[in-house]
T-cell receptor, first 115, second 111 residues
């Protein structure tokens, strides 16, 4: 199983809503990531979890709140988002640990629209 | 400050010919480099990687070359196929599991 599964595939939310994006992998990877990608731009790193601990936060606004309940799951909680937060949100995982720079496997993404 | 740059936003190549995609980086701390392929509305798919201790890595039709002194890497696709039409991102990794992506090159392979 080399899949990273993200749900939902599409999400439309209002600026006062609270929603969560979910990501799951069963490859035994110990590093998991959230990226944000706007149209015609490269993915931008938001957060990195290594061994279920937050290791990198790229100065992401607090309206985005990551959570790693266990080594297979990664959530991104959304609250009071702005229309400019509309983007494709990508989850990825890699072996992590001592293999810091192995390839990251990406999920299909959640297309988020904030109205 | 773009640490990873792909200076060609697009590339058009005839089926069966070679596609060469280029990527330049500025951060000498990068020690691992990857190429991803992306179709519209999908997540990037890993293609091939190379660590800084090598200068070439080959996997089927895909070969990545690394020139550390020039801080340059390239991806060769031989022969190019219509299914290779996609956006290709190079990415560079440093300690801490942080990947930095280039801006992407859109490849169109014409039958």
């Amino acid at each position: 199983d080399t899949e990273v599964t993200q749900t939902p595939k599409h999400l439309v939310m209002g600026m006062t809503n609270k929603k969560s994006l979910k990501c799951e992998q069963h490859m035994g990877h110990r590093a998991m990531y959230w990226y944000k990608q706007k149209a015609k731009k490269p993915p931008e790193l938001m957060f990195v979890y290594s061994y279920e601990k937050l290791s990198i936060n790229e100065s992401v606004p607090s309206r985005f709140s990551p959570e790693c309940p266990n080594s297979s799951l990664l959530n991104l909680h959304l609250h009071a988002l702005q229309p400019e937060d509309s983007a494709l949100y990508l989850c990825a995982s890699s072996q992590g640990g001592s293999h810091l720079n192995t390839e990251a496997f990406f999920g299909q993404g959640t297309r988020l629209t904030v109205v | 400050d773009q640490q990873v740059k792909q200076n060609s936003p697009s590339l058009s190549v005839q089926e069966g010919r070679i596609s060469i995609l280029n990527c330049d980086y500025t951060n000498s701390m990068f020690d691992y480099f990857l190429w991803y392929k992306k179709y519209p509305a999908e997540g990037p798919t890993f293609l091939i990687s190379i660590s800084s201790i090598k200068d070439k890595n080959e996997d089927g039709r895909f070969t990545v070359f690394l020139n550390k002194s020039a801080k340059h890497l390239s991806l060769h696709i031989v022969p190019s196929q219509p299914g290779d039409s996609a956006v290709y991102f190079c990415a560079a990794g440093a300690a801490g599991n942080k990947l930095t992506f280039g801006g992407g090159t859109r490849v169109l392979v014409k039958p």
